[in-house]
Structure formats: C-alpha cells, structure tokens
C-alpha cells in the first residue's frame, strides 16, 4: 500500500470516529432527557424566565403535577410566579388589609330652645302736663320723646295686654273728663303701635276722674289756676304691660 493510500485510510478512520463519539454524546443526552422527562433539544434553550425552563415559544414547560413548571438550578422560592407557583406568590404577597372603618361621627345634639321669662307686670305712669298741653290731646314733642323710649324697651318681648289708661282730674263735668282721658289713651296707644308695638296688644281705655291720686278733701282753696297746679298728679296716663321676653340663648 503506497503512502498516499494509507494517509487517506487515515482520515476516514478518524471521521468515523467522530462521528460514532458524536453518536454517542447526543444518546446520552437525549437518554437524560427522558430520564428527566424534559423534551429533546430543550437543554440548548436560553432560560429567558430566571429559575424556569421554556419552551421554543417561550412558554413554561408544565410537569407531571398540575399547576406547576419545571424549574432550573437557579430557582428559589422568591422566583416564583403565579403561573407555576400560585401558592408560594400568594403567600410571598398577602392582600392589603382593608384600612379599619372609622367610628361613626357623635349624634349631632340640638340646642335646647330658649324658655321665654315671664316678664313681671310693668306699671309706668307719665304725667299728661308732660305729654299734652293743658285740656288737649295732641302729643307734644316732650311726650314724643317719652314714648320712644318706652317703645323701645318693648322690642323682642310678647305681649299679652298693653293696657294704657288715661286719668283726668275732677274739674270740668264728668262726662267731658272721661272722653278726653279716652282720647289721651287712644292717642298713646296709636303712638306706640307707630314705633313698632303690637297693635292687637294695646286695649286702650279711659277712666276719667274716677281715680284720683288727689285726696277729695284736699286742692279746694285758692283761684283756678291754683288748684289746676295742686291737682296735676290726676292728670296722667298708665301703661301697664304684661307678657314675656325670649331668654337669652
């Protein structure tokens, strides 16, 4: 055999062998494979899911237990997903806890209203020479003034009765007294009930000389217009008030 012959019987007997070790290696892979039950050809696949094998797809490959992949050397439990290892995710991540329900506000409480105060019987009594002029029943500017005051100190009160009651002293004939004392009162009355106070309140009467504050027995000597002095405290109106007043909050 020339030289030539035996360098080419050389190289196919190295080829085959090769070939045969090529043979071999890939039988014993697949052999492992199966052994491992993961497919042929899976173990030059890139792991692009870290702990998990994949599939040509890119899919976990499933094992033989439902719900579960197959993992890869570098697994740990804080690799796992949900796919393969819903049990191990669920306990590694807990639900948020509902925050707690807040108590329920305090029952709002109302204000008791306020009592009304009865108001004690007010008695006021003005002088009808301060009011009016001498036999007349036109309010003069003095008596004007009295009366704001007095409507005044009325406001925020409810009245049951403004009794204004008009007095005359005993000159000049009974029947005329008593129409000028219910003149005078009517007039104080109407007055009032222009600054604000009820007019369903006031009950205007007058009494004439009935009710003197003048004793019978005195103011008898001297000229007219002597006892016109002595007797000016007859001369008078009275307004008396009953009702209440709202209590302060």
């Known amino acids: 055999m ?12 190295t080829r085959e062998r090769h070939t045969i070790m090529k043979t071999h290696s890939i039988l014993w ?13 899976i173990q030059a696949q890139t792991i692009a899911k870290p702990g998990y094998w994949l599939d040509a797809s890119g899919k976990f490959i499933g094992s033989a237990t439902p719900g579960q992949c197959w993992h890869s050397g570098e697994w740990t439990p804080a690799l ?8 191990i995710v669920a306990v590694a991540t807990p ?6 329900a807040q108590p329920a506000p ?11 105060v009865p108001l004690a019987p007010q008695k006021m009594s003005y002088s009808s020479d301060a ?38 002293d005993r000159m000049g004939t009974a029947a005329y007294n008593q129409k000028l004392s219910l003149k005078r009162a009517t007039v104080v009355g109407d ?18 000389e009935k009710q003197p504050v003048i004793a019978v027995t005195d103011c008898l ?29």
Do not use: W
Not at 196 to 206: F, H, L, N, P, R
Not at 234 to 244: A, F, I, K, L, P
């Open 2 to 13: 020339g030289a030539q012959s035996q360098r080419t019987l050389v190289q196919k007997t």
């Open 29 to 41: 892979a697949s052999c492992g494979a199966l052994l491992l039950g993961i497919p042929f050809g």
């Open 80 to 87: 796992a997903v949900a796919p393969c290892d819903g049990a």
């Open 95 to 100: 639900p948020v806890p509902a925050p707690p």
């Open 106 to 116: 305090p029952p709002v409480v109302a204000a008791p209203m306020p009592i009304p």
């Open 131 to 168: 009011l009016f002029a001498f036999d007349k029943s036109a309010l003069n500017n003095e008596g004007m003034n009295m009366l704001d005051e007095l409507a005044l100190q009325l406001q925020g009160a409810s009245y049951d009765v403004i009794q204004v009651t008009g007095h005359t």
């Open 191 to 208: 007055y009032l009930v222009s600054r604000g106070v009820s007019a369903t309140a006031i009950d205007a009467i007058g009494m004439g």
């Open 221 to 249: 000597r001297g000229n007219r217009s002597v006892r016109i002095t002595c007797l000016a405290p007859d001369r008078r109106v009275d307004v008396e008030v009953q009702g209440t007043k709202p209590a302060t909050p």
